[in-house]
C-alpha cells in the first residue's frame, strides 16, 4: 500500500493509465500493421491524414477542460446524488446547469464548422500531391469517413469534461479504457481487411459508439440539468467563460503548431516518405507524453475542488508530490523507447527504415519531455479557471513555425528534429517555468479560506483574465 501511495496509483490514475497503456499497445500493433500492409507511400498519407483530423483542436478551442474547471468549482456547493437527481444550493445548481447547456451549444455548432472546414481543406491538401505519374493513393473515402467521426467525436467531448468536473474521474477513466479497447479492436480490422487509411475513422467510431452507451446512462442527470431554468443565476458567458475559453483555446492550437505541423510541412515540402518517418516516431513520443500525464491529468479536478476551497497549502503540496511521479514516469518511458529506437536497425531493419535515426528521434524525446513539464505546469494553473501561457504558447508556436520554415527544406526530418527540440527545450520550458514561479508565490501568499476574498486580488494582475466569480 505504501508502494501504491509513493508511485500515485489511485483508482482513477489505475484506470487512465490501463487506458492509455492499450492506447500504446494499439499504437505499436498498428504500426507494425502500417508497415506491413501500407507502402512508405500510404503511410505517408496515413500520418498527413491523423494531422489534419487533429485539428479538431482549433474548433474545440480547449473548451472540454474548461467545462471540466467550472464544474469541479460549482460542484463543492451542490450534492449529486446516486440516482442521478442533483441538491443543495440553488444559485450553485443553476450555474451547474448553465455550464453543460452553453457547452452543448457550442459543441454542436463547433462540429458543425468543423466538418464545413475540414471537407474541402483535406480534399484540396490531398488533391495537391496527385500528378500525373505519381503513386495512386484512395485517399477520399477515409477522409470523408474521418471528417464525420470526428464531428461525431467532439459533439461527445462537454460530456466527458462535464462529468469528470463533477468528480467522476475515475469513471470517466474507465469509460476510456473500453473506448481504447474498441478503437484498437475497428483499427486493426480495417488494416488485416486490407483498408488501412480506414483505421483513423474507425479509432474515433469505436470511441464514439462506447461514449454514446456511457452518456445513455447518465441521462438521468444530463437531462435534467439540461432542461433546469438557469434564468439570471447561471454563468456569464461573456465574464465568465469566454475570458477563460479563448486564451486557452489559442494555446491549444499552438500546441497543435508545435507538434503536428511538422508531418503536414514534411509531408509537402519533402514528400510523404519523409512525413511518414515523422509521422510514426511523433506518435511515438506522443504516447510518452500521454502515458506519462495521466498522474496530472486525472488531479485536474480535485485542483480546481482545492482552489475553490481556497486550500493552497494542500494544493501545492499535492501537486509537486504529482509532478514528481509523472516526471519520473516519463524519464523511464523515455529511457526504455529510446534505447528500443536504437536497437531497431538491427533487430527489425525494415520497421527501422520506417522512422527516423536513433539521434534524431532522441531530439524528439528531449523536447517531448520539455513540454511535458510545461503541460504539467500549465494544468494546474488553468485550473484557477486562468490561461497565464498564452504569451508563451505563442512565443513557442511562432519560433516552431519559423524553424519548420527555414531547416524542413534543406534538411527534411533532421531540420523538423532541431526545430522541435529548440523551440520548447531552449524557449518553451524556460518561459513555462518563470510564469509558473511567478504564479505560485501569488497563490501561496493568498488569503487562507476563510478570507477568499483577497484571493482574486493575489492572482488577477498576472492575467488580466477576469471571470466574474464571486465565491
Not at 524557449?427 to 476563510?450: D, E, N, Q
Request: aromatic letters at 10%; proline letters at 4%; a positive charge.
Amino acid at each position: 500500500m505504501k508502494l501504491i501511495r509513493v508511485v500515485g496509483m489511485d483508482g482513477a490514475v489505475t484506470f487512465a493509465l490501463l487506458a492509455r497503456g492499450l492506447n500504446i499497445v494499439g499504437s505499436v500493433g498498428t504500426v507494425l500493421l502500417v508497415v506491413r500492409y501500407l507502402s512508405p507511400v500510404e503511410q505517408g498519407y496515413y500520418y498527413a491524414l491523423l494531422s489534419l483530423v487533429s485539428l479538431q483542436l482549433v474548433f474545440e478551442l480547449g473548451f472540454s477542460f474548461v467545462i471540466q474547471q467550472l464544474a469541479a468549482h460549482e460542484c463543492v456547493h451542490v450534492e449529486l446524488r446516486e440516482d442521478g437527481s442533483v441538491g443543495g444550493d440553488r444559485v450553485a445548481l443553476a450555474r451547474l446547469a448553465s455550464i453543460l447547456q452553453i457547452s452543448m451549444r457550442w459543441y454542436s455548432w463547433a462540429s458543425l464548422a468543423m466538418g464545413l472546414v475540414l471537407t474541402p481543406l483535406g480534399v484540396v491538401f490531398f488533391g495537391l500531391r496527385a500528378s500525373p505519374g505519381s503513386v495512386h493513393v484512395a485517399w477520399q473515402g477515409p477522409w470523408m469517413m474521418a471528417v464525420a467521426a470526428s464531428m461525431a467525436g467532439l459533439w461527445c467531448l462537454p460530456f466527458y469534461g462535464f462529468l469528470e468536473g463533477c468528480g467522476e474521474v475515475r469513471t470517466v477513466a474507465a469509460l476510456r479504457l473500453r473506448q481504447a479497447l474498441a478503437a484498437n479492436v475497428l483499427a486493426w480490422t480495417a488494416m488485416l481487411l486490407g483498408h488501412g487509411l480506414y483505421a483513423p475513422a474507425l479509432v474515433i467510431v469505436g470511441q464514439v459508439g462506447v461514449g454514446l452507451m456511457f452518456l445513455a446512462n447518465r441521462r438521468r442527470l444530463l437531462a435534467g440539468l439540461l432542461g433546469y431554468p438557469a434564468c439570471e443565476a447561471g454563468l456569464s458567458w461573456t465574464d465568465e467563460v469566454w475570458p477563460f475559453q479563448w486564451r486557452i483555446g489559442v494555446s491549444w492550437m499552438c500546441s497543435y503548431l508545435t507538434v503536428q505541423v511538422f508531418i503536414p510541412i514534411v509531408f509537402a515540402l519533402r514528400g510523404p516518405v519523409e512525413a511518414g518517418q515523422m509521422g510514426m516516431s511523433l506518435s511515438v513520443t506522443g504516447y510518452m507524453t500521454v502515458l506519462a500525464l495521466v498522474w496530472i491529468s486525472t488531479k485536474a479536478t480535485p485542483f480546481g475542488q482545492l482552489i475553490a476551497k481556497r486550500d493552497f497549502s494542500a494544493l501545492d503540496q499535492s501537486f509537486f508530490r504529482t509532478l514528481s511521479q509523472s516526471v519520473a514516469a516519463f524519464a523511464i518511458i523515455a529511457a526504455v523507447a529510446t534505447a528500443a529506437v536504437a536497437a531497431i536497425p538491427f533487430v527489425a531493419p525494415h520497421l527501422g527504415s520506417r522512422m527516423v535515426p536513433a539521434w534524431m528521434f532522441a531530439m524528439l524525446v528531449l523536447g517531448a519531455g520539455a513540454n511535458h513539464v510545461v503541460q504539467c505546469l500549465a494544468i494546474l494553473l488553468r485550473c484557477f479557471k486562468r490561461e497565464p501561457f498564452l504569451v508563451q504558447s505563442l512565443a513557442v508556436a511562432a519560433l516552431t513555425l519559423l524553424l519548420a520554415a527555414a531547416l524542413v527544406p534543406k534538411l527534411g526530418n533532421a531540420g523538423a528534429c532541431i526545430g522541435y527540440l529548440l523551440a520548447n527545450l531552449a524557449v518553451g520550458l524556460p518561459v513555462a517555468s518563470l510564469i509558473f514561479a511567478r504564479t505560485r508565490s501569488r497563490y501561496l501568499a493568498a488569503a487562507p479560506p476563510s478570507q477568499p476574498g483577497l484571493y482574486a486580488a493575489a492572482f488577477e494582475p498576472l492575467t488580466s483574465n477576469a471571470s466574474g466569480d464571486s465565491r
